[in-house]
């Protein structure tokens, strides 16, 4: 299950990325991240009591366990070589695909499809994202492209698939994921979609939030990139995703699913072209949609222009799975990090 701690990573790297300074890596802040928000861990002073102590130790430096947790992790590299919406006609790797999960651009489908300029044209900086999962997808020597919205499930029908690996207590283990920003206005009443994308490949944490944080901030092509004087406005919210099963081919069975619990992922056949897209497990109890509504909506997103009441007609390939969105702000995220640094991080 994704924690406070996984957004707080997700806003690290946005900020080390903006900054173009070292990120904490995902276990330094997991380990920060507890011990500001639980005092009792933090690591005790000297008393004045009759404990010995090393003579030979320097009486300003940190203790050995905050020291090793403030040294910069090297960035890694992950994730797969381009992300588009899940609107667009072109090409887009297996793995990423974006998904907009706020009230503001999923109403109409014409607003998944807006774009702030061509991720080609952001220059070496705002192609931060791209370039970290290209590496990535490079090493495993991924050749994938598909021409469609995004790639079918890959799960026949009536078979189920767990691509989550059992959660543990720290949240590591490797996901399939989907980082989101969000813009916040200053009273905190309105929310407006900034960014989302993921992946419905299992990542290493570590490598997959720092990733699909960088991509979805800069290179979700709906908008332009994150800029660092919007940080203060920001929303960061990360979904694991788990519990995927494929529904049989029918209209009834793609209405098998409960709103608010499970989100969806469908792929369809139309005019010899093939269009998927999918909403994460809050989009449609945030709209007050209906399931007849979302599985239209859906479909929209996906490029299909027919009837309303022709959507039966189509043979959806429905794949229904569940998780959790956490979200932070960057208030929150901020007093972290400010006492962090005071700490010497």
């Not at 997991?30 to 933090?42: C, G, I, R, T, V």
């Not at 030979?56 to 910069?72: C, E, F, G, I, K």
């Amino acid at each position: 299950m994704a924690t406070l701690a996984h957004c707080a990573y997700c806003f690290e790297s946005l900020s080390a990325a903006l900054e173009k300074r070292p990120a904490l890596s995902l276990h330094q802040v997991q380990s920060l991240w507890k011990e500001y928000h639980d005092p009792a861990l933090e690591t005790p002073e000297a008393s004045d009591g009759d404990e010995e102590v090393e003579d030979d130790v320097p009486p300003t430096a940190r203790p050995a366990a905050v020291s090793r947790l403030m040294v910069p992790t090297p960035t890694g590299s992950s994730g797969s070589s381009s992300s588009v919406s899940v609107n667009s006609a072109v090409s887009t790797p297996a793995s990423a695909v974006s998904e907009a999960s706020s009230a503001s651009s999923v109403s109409v489908p014409s607003a998944a499809g807006k774009s702030g300029g061509s991720s080609s044209s952001r220059g070496g900086f705002f192609g931060l994202g791209k370039k970290l999962m290209g590496e990535k997808d490079k090493h495993k020597g991924k050749e994938e492209n598909k021409q469609a919205s995004i790639p079918a499930t890959g799960l026949d029908d009536g078979e189920d698939e767990d691509m989550d690996d059992e959660d543990d207590e720290d949240g590591v283990g490797s996901h399939p994921l989907f980082v989101t920003w969000n813009t916040l206005s200053r009273s905190g009443g309105e929310k407006r979609l900034r960014g989302c994308i993921g992946t419905f490949e299992a990542q290493e944490l570590d490598d997959g939030l720092r990733s699909y944080a960088l991509t979805s901030a800069f290179d979700d092509t709906r908008f332009p990139p994150i800029t660092a004087r919007e940080l203060p406005t920001l929303e960061c919210g990360v979904t694991l995703l788990t519990n995927f099963e494929s529904l049989p081919q029918s209209p009834s069975s793609a209405l098998d699913w409960t709103v608010g619990t499970h989100g969806l992922r469908i792929s369809f056949t139309h005019h010899g072209r093939r269009y998927g897209s999918t909403y994460l497990p809050d989009v449609a109890k945030e709209q007050g949609w209906s399931k007849e509504e979302t599985i239209v909506s859906l479909m929209r997103k996906a490029g299909w222009n027919g009837r309303r009441e022709e959507w039966r007609q189509v043979e959806l390939q429905v794949v229904r799975y569940q998780g959790r969105q956490v979200r932070l702000g960057f208030k929150e995220w901020k007093e972290w990090r400010e006492w962090v640094g005071g700490r010497g991080g």
